[in-house]
């Protein structure tokens, strides 16, 4: 069992920037991908970036390439998510995951996920 705890988020201009912080407690988090979603009022939760266990790969919505920076300290048990040019449409709760089982390919998929954060709120104003 994972117990997920996200901070980091708040209010930001367009244009600014924000660092998610996803802290783990219990066992596995070393071995078990990890992954962002958001979900906006009155929309999907979605995808937002994922990351291997070891930190080797990474994968991103279309939406945040080049944006959003995804990265791990497994020493830590913690997830970062850097989010830099920020838009309003950025704005939502923001969630980490993790997926306990082993695969092949990175998670991308709520489904694939196990355990979850409370999330944390990003809003950015115009």
């Known amino acids: 069992q994972v117990h997920l705890v996200e901070s980091g988020g708040g209010l930001v201009q367009a244009g600014g920037s924000l660092r998610l912080s996803c802290a783990a407690s219990g066992r596995g988090f070393s071995v078990y991908d990890m992954g962002w979603f958001r979900q906006a009022p009155g929309k999907e939760r979605e995808f937002v970036a994922a990351?291997?266990?070891?930190?080797?790969?990474?994968s991103y919505a279309d939406s945040v390439k080049g944006r959003f920076t995804i990265s791990r300290d497994n020493a830590q048990s913690t997830v970062y998510l850097q989010m830099n040019s920020l838009k309003p449409e950025d704005t939502a709760v923001y969630y980490c995951?993790?997926?306990?089982?082993?695969?092949?390919?990175?998670?991308?998929?709520?489904?694939?996920?196990?355990?979850w954060g409370q999330g944390t709120q990003v809003t950015v104003s115009s």
């Open positions: 990351i291997r266990w070891s930190g080797s790969t990474t």
């Open positions: 995951a993790a997926d306990k089982e082993y695969g092949t390919t990175i998670p991308r998929d709520r489904a694939d996920y196990d355990y």
